[in-house]
């Protein structure tokens, strides 16, 4: 079955940078498009970032274009968030997710093509 494990989540200042991990086994990871996903205390659960099965394709939620960068490493079976420019309103959970093929959908899926999450990782951004 496919599990996904996050990790680098953490304390860090506003204005500062912190990079996720997802590491995903029980699939040909290569396949399969990912991305993440967050869910600040009170709220729920936004989208952030999804990249192709290849890397070549990636899009962002506009709250953090520009500042967040998904990319991936197929033969490590892991996908990255590297985040710069933190601010507060960032604090949340952040999920990984894995698509049900090998590219994520933008049109009419608030889940933009994913099927498979992780259990998060904890980012808190102090102001």
């Known amino acids: 079955q496919v599990q996904l494990v996050e990790s680098g989540g953490g304390l860090v200042q506003a204005g500062g940078s912190l990079r996720l991990s997802c590491a995903a086994s029980g699939r040909t990871f290569s396949s399969y498009a990912m991305g993440w996903f967050r869910q600040a205390p009170g709220k729920e659960r936004e989208f952030v970032a999804v990249?192709?099965?290849?890397?070549?394709?990636?899009y962002y939620a506009d709250s953090v274009r520009g500042r967040f960068t998904i990319y991936r490493d197929n033969a490590k079976n892991t996908v990255y968030l590297q985040m710069y420019s933190l601010k507060a309103e960032d604090t949340a959970v952040y999920y990984c997710?894995?698509?049900?093929?090998?590219?994520?959908?933008?049109?009419?899926?608030?889940?933009?093509?994913?099927?498979?999450w992780g259990k998060g990782t904890l980012v808190t951004v102090s102001s």
């Open positions: 997710a894995q698509g049900s093929g090998r590219y994520y959908s933008v049109i009419g899926d608030n889940d933009y093509g994913m099927d498979f």
């Open positions: 990249i192709s099965w290849s890397g070549v394709n990636t």
